[in-house]
Nanobody, 124 residues
């Protein structure tokens, strides 16, 4: 069983930056693929960024060049640095862990663990 706790959400103006962190406990963190999902108002939850157990990264097209995902296996943490934020980035952001990076990346295949979510609001 893996527990995930997000932190770092908040309110920021458009063009600003924000960093999210996710602390994991339980399980073997280094063996999990980690990801950040978001759910915008009225929308389905979507993958924003993912990082495999060996550090390969994937990003949604909408955030490429603006967001950076990283992980610290020694501290069992994953981070999401968000720059040049836009109002359309407003969402609840969820940390996720899955043993399979394929399951993490493929819509509808996720079989892992979720954090409780943290709100990010970008004002125009």
């Amino acid at each position: 069983q893996v527990q995930l706790v997000e932190s770092g959400g908040g309110l920021v103006q458009a063009g600003g930056s924000l960093s999210l962190s996710c602390a994991a406990s339980g399980g073997t963190f280094s063996s999990y693929a980690m990801g950040w999902f978001r759910q915008r108002p009225g929308k389905e939850r979507e993958l924003v960024a993912a990082i495999t157990s060996i550090g390969s990264t994937n990003y949604a097209d909408s955030v490429k060049g603006r967001f950076t995902i990283s992980r610290d296996n020694a501290k069992k943490m994953v981070h999401l640095r968000m720059n040049s934020l836009k109002p359309e980035d407003t969402a609840v952001y969820y940390c996720a862990a899955d043993r399979s990076s394929v399951n993490l990346l493929l819509p509808g295949h996720f079989e892992g663990y979720w954090g409780q979510g943290t709100q990010v609001t970008v004002s125009s």
